[in-house]
């Protein structure tokens, strides 16, 4: 493609000019970076409306991925990377004298999600643009995303995200989409005169869902699909003249309804809150997303019965699943459909994707919140249950312990899964493991009475944020060694192989590594006042904190650690960095306190002149998308510790994995995936089992105690949480972390997690890779190999697989790539 610099350099200069008044000189870091996004949103929008020209030319169905997450990262370097326009702006900007890596830094992270699924929400998004495929991301846009982590004292503080306040570049507001979405009231029915029964909602509140588009640029082809993500304004404001009572109090009540709806994303990953505003979130984004795909399929095609054809709905976990009852509303009430009509086509249209087992994090509203809020929902939902007892019913006659288990109203709960399982085609996992514990365990009856719709379909992350943008110093040696096909085909990267021996290729690429730590180094000097040696294992952890990804059995074994160096100061000892990002859930006391704990040993640890810098531990504050590509682009070791069968995929270990780093992990997840790819001798596995950790479960529990009693290391780690060696002045302050792996109350409550179980194996494992590290050619060895075996993990593999057993899209070619700059 084409770059006219000088044009480039033009516009910047312009938009700097009419957006602020200023010279270039004049302008602040801030207001280059929005004349440079402007520049390039020109060049944006054109490929954007081109691709829609052609959508509407050829009719492709279309995939709405309906997500309460996005979480997006910085878009201007990444649509650069998309655009193939990276290093030419680079270098026109430099003419200009200015720092294109400076100006990204300008950039808020829009961080309208908490962690794994948010992200992959916006993985999957890159991906489908990339391939060619019709997409909408479909969204809320909270005036506040995840929120800024402080740490103060060791704590973590959270401030809000005013991801907003600066204005956002890249979002295009789109009034003329705006849709009504109503609340509360009640529901009157009477038959029209063809004999029909008509629903009416009546006295309720409603809000104005005004929609913000984002462009989505794919990788070098010109497609640019849309994130669709919803305002919610008052519906007309408020006239002061009206004094009738009545009027008055509902505009008052609609305002606040509409300010409060969108105002922050609920920061809790995993984890079910059970909030009435968030069942407002999310019944206002798929009733607004519901009807403008219905709308606009109507603008272009006449008979609704085909719809499925056109259309496909992804449900990102349980939280958007009233789109199964939402569709069928809309389908009836508003265009006229029977009721096994429109049953028949939203099943075809909806697939549901489940993320996770943990218990907490399992969808199910109390019927008096969710009646009162969505009073013609829930009548739908109730006649799909209905009809739904009495397929049971027929299939296991007598058998009330199914209907208990599988009804979609029992209890006086609406379980969310059921409905999304039961309203739609396909149920699929996100790794081969998660998936056969669904089959197996989690969701059994469902597999046994409907095992057609159960399908596997294992996480990916996309390749052009997490080496092409993140590590350019490796990327730029890949495609030397190899080509550039990796950037849209991963598996190319398995031609990497041949230089796996190669010791001057070893050496290139530990090189890379080598000043990938330095970089990481230099931020970590400047964020966290701590000196980091490059040249130690940089063995990091970092996601959302979480009891069951075990950041506690880590600094547990880091506290061990530094007990044997105390014990023998001269013992034989390579030197490791153990770096941790995590944010805590607000309300989560043990996740706190764990971020409290890590910041006292580290500071004890990084400040015993015994240890001598051989142990050095680093809390990075506000672990986020930006920083997180520093980080997997400089790890050594990748730790993905959750105890077996938990975490369902992990997204982690394969940005890890693709930029070099050897994972020591459980078998759960997606690890058992990244092992059986690049080889067991290349990763350290440690840890019980999947099925052994289920069994324990089923059968009432171990015994954490026996273990505390027989293993003196062990005892006197745990013995360290509560005897003040770190926190002097309130020896009781890790108090609840010791009671949570020791409850001697109730042992089915202790260590719930299997801390002490796997404890002996971790420090085993790791044993292993201090030795390995020692061996520099073979840690090389295995570093390249891990890259060259990570080809499976590209989320284009993942969405191609989507595509073949669940959306089965057609691709757009667009006729011609329209010129990167006019
Ligand atoms: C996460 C899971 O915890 C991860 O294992 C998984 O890789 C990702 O989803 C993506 O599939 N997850 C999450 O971030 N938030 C939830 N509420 C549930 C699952």
Redesign the pocket.
Known sequence: MKFDKELFKGTVLNNIKTLYRRTLEEATEQQIFQAVSYAIKDVVVDNWMATQKEYEKKDPKIVYYMSM?FLMGRALGNNLINLRAYKEVAEALDELGVDLNLVEDQEPDPAL????????AACFLDSLATLNYAAYGCGIRYRYGMFRQEIRDGYQVEVPDNWLADGYPFELRRPEYAKEVKFGGWVSSYVDENGRTIFKQEGYQSVQAVPYDMPIVGYGNGIVNTLRIWDAQPVECFSLDSFDKGDYQKAVEQENLARNIVEVLYP?????AGKELRLKQQYFFISASVQEAVDKYMRTHTDLHKFHEKVAFQLN?T?PTVAVAELMRVLMDDHDLSWDEAWEITCKTCAY?N??I?SE?LEKWPIELFSRLLPRIYQIVEEINRRFVLRIQQMYPGNQEKIRKMAIIYDGQVKMAHLAIVGGHSVNG??RL?TEILEKQELRDFYEMMPEKFNNKT?GITQRRFLLHANPLLADWVTDHVGDEWITDLPALSRLRIYADDEKAQQEFMNIKYQNKVRLAKYIREHNGIEVDPRSIFDVQVK?L?EYKRQLMNILHIMYLYNELKDHPDMDFYPRTFIFGAKAAAGYRNAKLTIKLINSVADVINNDPVVDGRIKVVFIENYRVSNAEWIFAAADVSEQI?TAS???????NMKFMLNGALTLGTMD??NVEIVEEVGKKNAFIFGLSAEQVIQYENYGGYNPMDIFNNDQDIRRVLMQLINGTYSPQDPELFRPLYNSLLNTQDTAKADTYFILADFKSYAEAQRRVEAAYKDEKNWAKSALLNVACAGKFSSDRTIEEYERDIWHQEKVILPSKPELSK
């Open positions: 997450e999600g908490n962690g794994g699924l948010g992200r992959l809790n990953d995993n984890h079910y976990d939280h994707t993320h996770t943990m994090a996100v790794a998660h996480n959302r979480h959750s938990k975490e369902a995929s992990g997204t982690g997840g997606a």
